[in-house]
């Protein structure tokens, strides 16, 4: 083992010593251009290791400028969804806004048309079971409102109050079966008492029709003739529409109508609910 020893000792010194002489006959020897071996291989070495260090650094820094960049257009786009849905957002209230101008404009107008006194109210609520035709509006007791007023809107006889509490109040509409109204022919001014459509007949409450009832056998009745209020109920007041006669049949010597209502019950957003009419003013004065 101490021969292997000595022996390879002796080789590592014969290498050293030829390697020394190497650089020793590289430091002396120049290239054509005058610079020493020695030196030109040196800075070869060196700058392949710093080449690799520089595109390793390079990468890096990209990378890293890249991902904060990557974090800066995340932000960025978050912020243009927001943007994007708030514009959204002002566009469609900006669609709203002439139709609420033209629904506010066909009230004031309704208002300024009628000789009864009435307070506008909002639709805030409907009821959830289809058997029972109510709305709800924000005005109630507190506002004057009291049961059995009439509500009306633009186009035609809503219903009446049947619950008011002081901040709301339960409407139901004409086409709840439980519904009714004095009314009149226009053309002819033959009268008759209009309701929700029967219990049995399921085809017209689907389709929102009214019935027209104990209208004289004799009268003159077509498709098509409006329905007016009568007044006779003391409910609503004399000549506000309720819809058009839809069909007419007899049955066993009586009529069988049906009325399309002329209010769109299901766009409803506000109505005008009637305070007092000229016939009760004139009561209370009276009264006084």
């Known amino acids: 083992m101490a021969v292997l020893d000595i022996r390879q000792r002796t080789g590592w010194l014969f290498m050293a010593?030829?390697?020394?002489?190497?650089?020793?006959?590289?430091?002396?020897?120049?290239?054509?251009?005058?610079?020493?071996?020695?030196?030109?291989v040196?800075?070869?070495?060196?700058?392949?290791?710093?080449?690799?260090?520089?595109?390793a650094v390079s990468v890096v820094r990209e990378g890293w400028q890249n991902y904060f960049a990557l974090q800066q257009i995340r932000k960025d786009n978050e912020a243009l969804r927001q943007e994007v849905a708030q514009l959204r957002i002002t566009v469609q209230q900006e669609r709203a806004l002439?139709?609420?101008s033209r629904t506010?404009?066909?009230?004031?107008?309704?208002?300024?048309?009628?000789?009864v006194r009435t307070t506008a109210a909002l639709v805030i609520g409907s009821a959830p079971d289809p058997q029972f035709r109510t709305i709800s509006i924000d005005k109630g007791t507190h506002d004057g409102l009291t049961q059995d007023m009439a509500v009306i809107a633009p186009a035609g006889?809503?219903?009446?109050?049947?619950?008011?509490?002081?901040?709301?109040?339960?409407?139901?509409?004409?086409?709840?079966?439980?519904?009714g109204a004095g009314v009149m022919i226009e053309r002819s001014r033959a009268t008759g008492v209009i309701s929700g459509s029967g219990a049995t007949d399921e085809l017209s409450f689907r389709a929102g029709l009214i019935d027209l009832d104990y209208v004289p056998n004799t009268?003159?009745?077509?498709?098509?003739?409006?329905?007016?209020?009568?007044?006779?109920?003391?409910?609503?007041?004399?000549?506000?529409?309720?819809?058009?006669?839809?069909?007419?049949?007899?049955?066993?010597?009586?009529?069988?109508?049906?009325?399309?209502?002329?209010?769109?019950?299901?766009?409803l957003e506000t109505v005008l609910v009637v305070i007092s009419t000229p016939a009760l003013a004139v009561d209370s004065d009276e009264g006084r």
Not at 25 to 39: D, H, K, M, N, Y
Not at 42 to 55: H, L, M
Not at 157 to 179: E, H, T, Y
Request: cysteine-free.
């Open 17 to 40: 010593v030829i390697v020394g002489h190497i650089v020793l006959i590289s430091a002396q020897v120049t290239t054509r251009r005058g610079v020493p071996v020695l030196e030109s």
């Open 42 to 55: 040196t800075f070869g070495t060196f700058a392949e290791v710093q080449r690799a260090a520089t595109s």
């Open 98 to 100: 002439p139709q609420q």
């Open 104 to 115: 506010l404009q066909q009230m004031l107008e309704l208002r300024d048309a009628t000789m």
């Open 157 to 179: 006889v809503v219903g009446r109050v049947i619950m008011p509490s002081a901040r709301a109040s339960k409407v139901q509409l004409l086409i709840d079966r439980g519904a």
């Open 219 to 267: 009268a003159d009745v077509k498709v098509g003739d409006r329905v007016i209020t009568s007044g006779v109920d003391g409910i609503y007041p004399k000549g506000f529409v309720v819809g058009e006669i839809q069909s007419v049949e007899r049955e066993a010597g009586e009529f069988r109508i049906k009325v399309q209502p002329a209010v769109d019950f299901s766009s």
